[in-house]
């Protein structure tokens, strides 16, 4: 019996031992680096499980486990360290630098490549930076400082739009200069003549990195698409482990950048009226301050109307993300949603507002096979208006408008004046149109619906062979609707009583797929000699569908659809096709990672071109030298050391389609029937732009990397530049020109970036970092040598050996003291009193482009808060202040004025004064009195956050919480007279892709800067 019971207890105590040795417990600790600062970040996994963690800000971290199981903890550029979970509840672990995985940062033209064994010159801008400007409705504004050689420049202050990118200065005269964005591999159609450009559709909280190709080593690789650089966007990925949940929301509000000069109040602008009316100023006779009584002055004042304050509001701006990302070792997923709104800063506008989702996944079907699929889909609206410069545009209105008429009609006894419906009857001013009313009933509103996918297989045949191939589509559907309806504003100048309201539908449709595979052979000889060779093949085609109808006579402002309209009165449709094929041979090698040679060569065919130049080719060669890795360099202060150097072409075939065709117009009819009328000479002989790019630089870092830089020269001469050449009059083009390659510019300049550690100690950290670019350009030939006049009111020239897009306008000679008469240079130099725009002039040296920019940021972090500053910097580059010319016009007497326009020539003497009222006739007109400096500096965002120790968190089940506040725009420091940041001067007067614009030119009350603060938390669980 005794036998029996012990054999019975025997497995009893067997299983209690292995359940106790089983028994999960929660293991705790710190995780370091080896100079024994926390690492925040560190991935810690139970292997063999999908149960994860990771560590905090101070290195925390925390995972229930079983005693026996093995934690790895991983983290990037360290070396990767797995430990036996024991007896002990704690792990502490210190992480070494992993060199190899240092060196896998940089992602290039169809592939990555190690930082170490690149020989192009690229920037990258990180995650950590791209959240000191989340939210932000565009992704491209936030590059603006971050990167050496990017100029960025925002449109204007319109939620969604986006900003003006441009990479190492301006690459054509006539095409496209917008970089090539390539999300994921799924290069994206951006079409200024279109007024097409879906990147404010991507929603930046997905982005990991932004990587700048911006020599010839890679955007070579992209041939006829990379001559304005290329910017490669990475989202986020999933890790394997435990699934990470993210949340992240914010709220704030915005305002208009505070003006730095003053417009008048009703007593200074009656005071004027009667200071010009005294004069004998004729325009001003009429006005309330020349004869109006005591009483008249006394209740016109108690009108007094901000109009700025009646116009506008503090907008609205939120933003909500949540992602989740996990996985295992074969499976990693990403997914996330997001919302984002801003109101805008017009009061009864809704203003901007974006939905997205996105799914990233990964997949190691086989050992040799990996599966990748991207997808995201968003949708944006906006009923914000359109920029004019005419009586609609809200922000002209409130400068123009005179602060003695208010927003409402008032009665004699100051009451407000009411309809028939009790509702208030808005002021018509004195332009006749109450844009406060107009706003609610002349109605534009946009859609836009933005797919994009990507589906990957990598193939690993062998150690040797590789195979990448790969599929992306963008479906891009933009609508926009434009209603004026039964009794608004604009119905009492353009409508037909019999058919009240009118209303336009726009359908814009974009479709384009991206096929490429990349068949890649590497080998290693002798243990030091290091080849690679990739073979690529890719087909790209674009369908872009365009269609619009109009109608009017609506029954009801409540039913906005054509359907119901009473009348069609226009319809249209068109579209395009194009597409481009293309192989590429990229090669490298390197000598014990010491020595590194690389090549390119690319052929591309596009449909935009005849047969005769149907195809291009484009290469790159360049060469680097990693020195710190040479014996003599061995216990030096450098990390890194290495000199680089490359040169090679590549094209820009951003033109319209058909220009080697004859090209008919059928807009016209006859007796009742479509005519075809020539409108175009086709160039059979037309090619590709093409660029030549030389680069040499310097990368390095010393005392253990805590201070790193790169110093880069660049030369690139853009040649074949399509240009209109002359033609006879009898040819039947309707410019009398033709198309042609003829032109020449060149860039050339230096690029600095520096960053380093200032303080580094286990508590505190104080970073700071920074870069620069001096840029020159100068245009070296043009169509027999004649100057070009360019720009949206032709105060621009090209002109060979002067400065691209120079301001070509007459020459302001100051006041003359005697009598207050406006001076003026003519042709030969002299002073005269006439004015003539034949004295137009170029203005050497003076050009809308700066001759140098950057930003620069400065970071402190002390146990568990942080503070980042950003700042950015423009010098050299010139506006034409048309808002200061319509401020202090002599002519606009009747509207309101700046304060400024008090400081006019009063008696003989009186110098640094504006013309005297007398002359009118020759002070209003345009000139370099109104040509000022667009020097800034701005400080560009300012974030204060605190991450809550792990310690403080544990008990609310949480793996990170964050809170921050962050402020935009905060203060600007400037001579220029309103905001130096100058992109869109008025777009219905000129935008990309019209003839002659050139960004930053002018100001003409476009959609304003804003200021803004947000407030938010962010977390993780």
């Known amino acids: 019996m005794k036998q029996k019971l012990t054999w019975m207890l025997t497995p009893l105590l067997v299983l209690f031992m292995t359940f106790s040795f089983a028994q999960e417990k929660t293991v705790t600790g710190v995780v370091t680096d080896q100079s024994g600062l926390p690492l925040p970040g560190v991935s810690v996994v139970v292997v063999?499980?999908?149960?994860?963690?990771?560590?905090?800000?101070?290195?925390?971290?925390?995972?229930?486990?079983?005693?026996?199981?093995?934690?790895?903890?991983?983290?990037?550029?360290?070396?990767?360290?797995?430990?036996?979970?024991?007896?002990?509840?704690?792990?502490?672990?210190?992480?070494?630098?992993?060199?190899?995985?240092?060196?896998?940062?940089?992602?290039?033209?169809?592939?990555?490549?190690?930082?170490?064994?690149?020989?192009?010159?690229?920037?990258?801008?990180?995650?950590?930076?791209?959240?000191?400007?989340?939210?932000?409705?565009?992704?491209?504004?936030?590059?603006?400082?971050?990167?050496?050689?990017?100029?960025?420049?925002?449109?204007?202050?319109?939620?969604?739009?986006?900003?003006?990118?441009?990479i190492r200065g301006v690459g054509s005269i006539n095409a496209q200069t917008t970089p090539l964005y390539v999300i994921d591999g799924v290069p994206i159609p951006i079409d200024t003549e279109r007024d097409f450009n879906p990147i404010s559709n991507l929603n930046p909280s997905d982005i990991e990195t932004f990587s700048i190709l911006k020599d010839a080593a890679t955007v070579s690789k992209y041939g006829s698409r990379g001559a304005n650089g290329v910017i490669l966007i990475t989202t986020k990925r999933g890790k394997a482990g435990d699934a990470r949940i993210k949340f992240s929301s914010s709220y704030g509000f915005g305002e208009m950048i505070p003006n730095n000069f003053d417009v008048m109040n009703t007593t200074q602008k009656l005071e004027l009226e009667r200071q010009y009316a005294a004069l004998g100023v004729g325009a001003a006779g009429s006005l309330p301050g020349a004869n109006a009584t005591p009483e008249e002055i006394a209740r016109l004042t108690s009108l007094d109307t901000d109009w700025q304050e009646a116009l506008l509001k503090n907008s609205i701006i939120q933003s909500n993300n949540l992602s989740v990302s996990g996985g295992d070792e074969k499976?990693?997923?990403?997914?996330?949603?997001?919302?984002?709104?801003?109101t805008g800063i017009i009061k009864n506008i809704d203003g901007f507002e974006r939905m997205s989702a996105r799914l990233n996944t990964n997949y190691q079907a086989k050992d040799w096979l990996n599966i990748g699929a991207n997808v995201s889909v968003s949708r944006s609206t906006t009923d914000l208006p359109r920029d004019r410069n005419n009586v609609q545009n809200p922000f002209r209105a409130m400068y123009d408008y005179n602060p003695y008429d208010p927003l409402f009609l008032t009665n004699d006894d100051g009451s407000i004046v009411t309809d028939d419906q009790g509702n208030n009857v808005y002021n018509p001013t004195r332009s006749g149109f109450p844009i406060a009313l107009a706003l609610q009933t002349e109605q534009e509103d946009t859609r836009n619906l933005l797919l994009i996918g990507n589906l990957s297989a990598g193939m690993t045949f062998s150690e040797k062979f590789s195979n990448n191939f790969s599929v992306g589509l963008i479906s891009n559907r933009y609508n926009r609707t434009t209603r004026s309806i039964s009794g608004g504003v604009l119905q009492g100048f353009i409508g037909d009583a019999n058919f009240p309201g009118t209303q336009t539908d726009n359908l814009n449709i974009d479709f384009e797929y991206n096929v490429n595979n990349v068949f890649t052979y590497s080998d290693t000889f002798n243990g030091v000699h290091n080849l690679s060779a990739s073979f690529l093949l890719e087909y790209n085609e674009n369908i872009a569908t365009d269609m619009f109808a109009s109608g009017r006579g609506f029954p009801s402002p409540s039913i906005p659809y054509l359907d119901v309209a009473a009348e069609a009165t226009s319809v249209g449709s068109t579209e395009s096709r194009r597409i481009l094929f293309s192989q590429g041979l990229f090669v490298d090698y390197d000598y014990d990672g010491r020595y590194i040679v690389s090549g390119s060569l690319r052929r591309d065919g596009s449909s935009r071109f005849g047969p005769d130049n149907k195809y291009g080719y484009f290469y790159s060669a360049s060469a680097a030298w990693n020195i710190a890795n040479e014996s003599f360099m061995e216990n030096s202060i450098f990390n890194t050391l290495k000199l680089r150097a490359s040169y090679g072409t590549s094209g820009n075939q951003n033109i319209g389609d058909f220009q080697y065709l004859n090209l008919l117009d059928f807009a016209n009819t006859y007796n009742g029937q479509t005519t075809a009328l020539p409108v175009g000479v086709g160039n059979p002989q037309i090619q590709w732009e093409s660029q030549a790019i030389f680069d040499v630089g310097v990368e390095f870092g010393l005392f253990n990397n805590r201070v790193n830089g790169v110093?880069?020269?660049?030369?690139?001469?853009?040649?074949?530049?399509?240009?209109?050449?002359?033609?006879?009059?009898?040819?039947?083009?309707?410019?009398?020109?033709?198309?042609?390659?003829?032109?020449?510019?060149?860039?050339?300049?230096?690029?600095?970036?520096?960053?380093?550690?200032?303080?580094?100690?286990?508590?505190?950290?104080?970073?700071?970092?920074?870069?620069?670019?001096?840029i020159d350009n100068e245009v070296i030939e043009l169509v027999d040598g004649e100057d070009i006049v360019t720009g949206t009111f032709s105060d621009n020239i090209l002109s060979v050996g002067e400065e691209i897009n120079s301001y070509y306008i007459v020459e302001y000679a100051g006041v003359n003291p005697a009598n207050g008469e406006p001076l003026y240079y003519d042709l030969d130099g002299n002073v005269t009193n006439e004015?003539?725009?034949?004295?137009?002039?170029?203005?050497?040296?003076?050009?809308?482009?700066?001759?140098?920019?950057?930003?620069?940021?400065?970071?402190?972090?002390?146990?568990?808060?942080?503070?980042?500053?950003?700042?950015?910097?423009k010098a050299g580059n010139y506006i034409i202040n048309n808002q200061l010319q319509e401020g202090v016009a002599i002519g606009n007497i009747d509207s309101n004025q700046r304060t400024d326009a008090f400081n006019y020539w009063k008696q003989p003497g009186d110098t640094n004064v504006l013309p005297s009222p007398l002359f009118q006739g020759t002070a209003d007109q345009t000139s370099t009195r109104f040509l000022e400096k667009g020097d800034y500096l701005r400080l560009r965002t300012m974030t204060l956050d605190y991450n809550m120790p792990r310690d403080m968190i544990d008990g609310m089940g949480l793996n990170s919480l964050r809170f921050f506040v962050a402020g935009q725009n905060l203060f600007t420091i400037t001579d220029f007279s309103g905001d130096p940041e100058v992109g869109l001067g008025s777009a219905e007067s000129g935008e990309p892709g019209d003839v002659g614009f050139v960004p930053g030119s002018f100001n003409l009350f476009s959609y304003p800067n804003t200021r803004s603060y947000t407030f938010g938390v962010e977390v993780g669980f």
Request: glycine residues 10%; charged residues 20%.
């Open 48 to 166: 063999g499980t999908t149960n994860g963690s990771q560590t905090d800000f101070d290195g925390n971290y925390a995972i229930n486990v079983n005693s026996g199981e093995k934690l790895r903890f991983s983290y990037l550029g360290q070396k990767t360290v797995t430990m036996s979970v024991g007896a002990s509840n704690t792990i502490n672990v210190q992480l070494e630098e992993d060199a190899e995985a240092l060196e896998e940062v940089v992602v290039v033209g169809y592939g990555s490549r190690s930082k170490e064994l690149s020989t192009s010159a690229i920037a990258t801008v990180s995650a950590e930076k791209i959240e000191a400007f989340v939210p932000s409705t565009s992704i491209d504004n936030i590059l603006q400082g971050q990167a050496a050689g990017v100029q960025v420049t925002a449109s204007n202050g319109r939620p969604g739009n986006t900003a003006f990118v441009q």
């Open 331 to 342: 499976l990693t997923y990403y997914m996330s949603l997001g919302y984002d709104k801003n």
């Open 711 to 774: 110093v880069d020269y660049f030369k690139k001469n853009s040649n074949e530049l399509l240009l209109d050449r002359p033609i006879s009059y009898t040819v039947g083009d309707e410019n009398n020109s033709i198309f042609s390659n003829i032109g020449e510019i060149q860039n050339s300049g230096i690029e600095v970036s520096l960053s380093g550690d200032v303080i580094r100690t286990q508590n505190f950290k104080w970073t700071l970092g920074g870069n620069i670019t001096f």
């Open 835 to 873: 004015y003539s725009s034949a004295f137009q002039q170029l203005q050497e040296g003076k050009s809308p482009i700066a001759d140098f920019e950057g930003g620069f940021y400065t970071a402190f972090s002390y146990k568990g808060f942080g503070l980042r500053g950003d700042f950015v910097y």
